[in-house]
C-alpha cells in the first residue's frame, strides 16, 4: 500500500543500554559504562515500518524512563488509528499531550518522517524542503578527564580525515582546560578548536576564564554559565570577541526568540532533542538566522538512528552553518544500532539519499541492548 492515507497500526518501543568506551566528562555532568536511548517503531497497515531514537541525558533534558513512559502512555493514543498523512497534528497534539519530553517528541517525528519517507519512496531530507548540501563536517568533542587516552583520539581523527574538535572544559580545573589548549594547539594545529563548557563555570570564574580560553582564538565558545544565566551569557557575549554560542539556554524556538531578544549569543546549538524534532530545528534555525546569528548542529549521547535525524535536518536547513558532532555512533560507542555504518568520509558525514533515514536499525540489536522494551509478538 503506498498511500500516506494508511492508518498507522502499531508503536514499539525498546529502552536501550548502549556501552561506551570511555569515559567522558562535561561540565554539567559524566557518562561513563553505557548510554541510554529509547527506540520506537511505527507500523503502517500497509506493512511498512520507520524508526525514531530518543537520547536523553538525565542533566541535560530529561530521563530515559520518562522519555520511555511519555511515548508508551502519551503519545501512543495520539499515534494508533491516525494516518500517517497527519504528521502536522499529530505533532501539535503531542506537544499539548506531555509538557516538555522533547526527545520522546523528537523520536516520534523521526518515526512519522521515516514512515511518510518509506511509504512515499523520499528521503526526510526531501520532507523537510530539499537538500542544501551534500556532506556536513564532523566535529568530535575532546572530554576524556584522562588527556593522554584523548591524544590517541585526536591521532586517530587526524588519521581519519577529520578536521574539527570541541574541547570540553569546566569539568576539572582550568589549568587543565588551558594545559590541554596549548598541547592541542602546538602538536594539532590541523584542527579547528572548539570550545564548550556545558554550564561548568560560576558567574564569578566565568569572565576570566572566558577571556583566558578566547585568547587561543577558537571558532566558538559554548555555554559558559548556567543554562538560566541570560545576564551573564549576555555579559560574556559583549566582553570577546570570539563567537559566544547558546546551547543549553535554547531548547526550542521560544527560548530562541527570548535568546536574541536579550543578546545572550552568537550563534545557537541546535539538537531535536531540545527542540523536540527537526521541524521546530528548523525554526530555532530560522529565528537566528533572521536575528543574524548563526547555528550549529549539536547532540546528544545518541546512536546512528538520531544521528541521521539530524543529518536530515542540516542537509535541508542552510541556516546551519557550523557542521555537525555526531560523532558518537563512529568513536564513542562500542557497537552501534545501525545495519552499516553511519556515513562518515573525511571527516565529512554524507547525506543518505534513500527512502526515509536511508539506513535501518538492526532489530537483533535493539533485542540484544534492551532493558525494558513493549514490543508486539
Ligand atoms: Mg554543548
Given at each position: 500500500m503506498s498511500d500516506l492515507n494508511q492508518r498507522i497500526i502499531g508503536m514499539d518501543l525498546w529502552h536501550l543500554e548502549l556501552p561506551v568506551v570511555s569515559r567522558r566528562d562535561h561540565g554539567i555532568g559524566s557518562v561513563e559504562g553505557s548510554c541510554e536511548v529509547v527506540i520506537v517503531r511505527l507500523t503502517a497497515e500497509g506493512g511498512a515500518n520507520g524508526f525514531g531514537e530518543a537520547s536523553p541525558w538525565s542533566v541535560f533534558t530529561g530521563t530515559p524512563e520518562a522519555t520511555y513512559a511519555a511515548l508508551d502512555r502519551y503519545l501512543r493514543p495520539l499515534v494508533i488509528g491516525a494516518r500517517v498523512a497527519d504528521r502536522a497534528l499529530i505533532m501539535s497534539k503531542a506537544e499539548r499531550a506531555v509538557a516538555h519530553c522533547t526527545e520522546a517528541k523528537a523520536a516520534l517525528e523521526t518515526a512519522l518522517l521515516d514512515l511518510t519517507g518509506q511509504i512515499s519512496s523520499l528521503p526526510v531530507w526531501a520532507l523537510l524542503g530539499g537538500k542544501c548540501r551534500d556532506t556536513i563536517p564532523l566535529s568530535c568533542s575532546i572530554a576524556n578527564p584522562d588527556f593522554s587516552q584523548d591524544i590517541a583520539l585526536l591521532q586517530r581523527l587526524r588519521d581519519d580525515g577529520v578536521r574539527l574538535i570541541k574541547l570540553k572544559t569546566g569539568f576539572k580545573d582550568h589549568a587543565f582546560d588551558i594545559m590541554r589548549l596549548e598541547r592541542i594547539a602546538s602538536d594539532f594545529p590541523e584542527f579547528g578548536v572548539r570550545v564548550d563548557y556545558n554550564q561548568g563555570l560560576s558567574i564569578d570564574d566565568a569572565p576570566a576564564c572566558v577571556r583566558d580560553v578566547a585568547s587561543f582564538k577558537p571558532d566558538f565558545i559554548e555555554q559558559p554559565v548556567r543554562a538560566h544565566h541570560f545576564g551573564m551569557m549576555a555579559q560574556l557575549r559583549a566582553m570577546i570577541d570570539v563567537l559566544l554560542l547558546a546551547d543549553e539556554s535554547v531548547f526550542g524556538p521560544e527560548d530562541m526568540t527570548r535568546a536574541a531578544r536579550e543578546g545572550i549569543c552568537d550563534g545557537v546549538s541546535i539538537k531535536i532533542m531540545k527542540s523536540g524534532g527537526a521541524v521546530r530545528g528548523q525554526s530555532v534555525a530560522r529565528i537566528a538566522a533572521a536575528n543574524g546569528l548563526t547555528a550549529y548542529g549539536g547532540d546528544m549521547f545518541e546512536a546512528g538512528l538520531a544521528h541521521l535525524a539530524g543529518t536530515h535536518m542540516i542537509a535541508a536547513t542552510?541556516?546551519?552553518?557550523?557542521?555537525?558532532?555526531?560523532?558518537q555512533a563512529s568513536?564513542?560507542?562500542?557497537?552501534?544500532?545501525?545495519?552499516?555504518?553511519f556515513d562518515v568520509k573525511d571527516g565529512q558525514v554524507v547525506v543518505p539519499d534513500g527512502p526515509g533515514l536511508g539506513i535501518r536499525p538492526d532489530v537483533t540489536k535493539l533485542d540484544r541492548f534492551s532493558v525494558t522494551k513493549a514490543v508486539a509478538a
Amino acid at each position: 500500500m503506498s498511500d500516506l492515507n494508511q492508518r498507522i497500526i502499531g508503536m514499539d518501543l525498546w529502552h536501550l543500554e548502549l556501552p561506551v568506551v570511555s569515559r567522558r566528562d562535561h561540565g554539567i555532568g559524566s557518562v561513563e559504562g553505557s548510554c541510554e536511548v529509547v527506540i520506537v517503531r511505527l507500523t503502517a497497515e500497509g506493512g511498512a515500518n520507520g524508526f525514531g531514537e530518543a537520547s536523553p541525558w538525565s542533566v541535560f533534558t530529561g530521563t530515559p524512563e520518562a522519555t520511555y513512559a511519555a511515548l508508551d502512555r502519551y503519545l501512543r493514543p495520539l499515534v494508533i488509528g491516525a494516518r500517517v498523512a497527519d504528521r502536522a497534528l499529530i505533532m501539535s497534539k503531542a506537544e499539548r499531550a506531555v509538557a516538555h519530553c522533547t526527545e520522546a517528541k523528537a523520536a516520534l517525528e523521526t518515526a512519522l518522517l521515516d514512515l511518510t519517507g518509506q511509504i512515499s519512496s523520499l528521503p526526510v531530507w526531501a520532507l523537510l524542503g530539499g537538500k542544501c548540501r551534500d556532506t556536513i563536517p564532523l566535529s568530535c568533542s575532546i572530554a576524556n578527564p584522562d588527556f593522554s587516552q584523548d591524544i590517541a583520539l585526536l591521532q586517530r581523527l587526524r588519521d581519519d580525515g577529520v578536521r574539527l574538535i570541541k574541547l570540553k572544559t569546566g569539568f576539572k580545573d582550568h589549568a587543565f582546560d588551558i594545559m590541554r589548549l596549548e598541547r592541542i594547539a602546538s602538536d594539532f594545529p590541523e584542527f579547528g578548536v572548539r570550545v564548550d563548557y556545558n554550564q561548568g563555570l560560576s558567574i564569578d570564574d566565568a569572565p576570566a576564564c572566558v577571556r583566558d580560553v578566547a585568547s587561543f582564538k577558537p571558532d566558538f565558545i559554548e555555554q559558559p554559565v548556567r543554562a538560566h544565566h541570560f545576564g551573564m551569557m549576555a555579559q560574556l557575549r559583549a566582553m570577546i570577541d570570539v563567537l559566544l554560542l547558546a546551547d543549553e539556554s535554547v531548547f526550542g524556538p521560544e527560548d530562541m526568540t527570548r535568546a536574541a531578544r536579550e543578546g545572550i549569543c552568537d550563534g545557537v546549538s541546535i539538537k531535536i532533542m531540545k527542540s523536540g524534532g527537526a521541524v521546530r530545528g528548523q525554526s530555532v534555525a530560522r529565528i537566528a538566522a533572521a536575528n543574524g546569528l548563526t547555528a550549529y548542529g549539536g547532540d546528544m549521547f545518541e546512536a546512528g538512528l538520531a544521528h541521521l535525524a539530524g543529518t536530515h535536518m542540516i542537509a535541508a536547513t542552510p541556516e546551519i552553518t557550523l557542521g555537525c558532532e555526531f560523532y558518537q555512533a563512529s568513536y564513542f560507542l562500542k557497537e552501534d544500532i545501525l545495519e552499516t555504518p553511519f556515513d562518515v568520509k573525511d571527516g565529512q558525514v554524507v547525506v543518505p539519499d534513500g527512502p526515509g533515514l536511508g539506513i535501518r536499525p538492526d532489530v537483533t540489536k535493539l533485542d540484544r541492548f534492551s532493558v525494558t522494551k513493549a514490543v508486539a509478538a
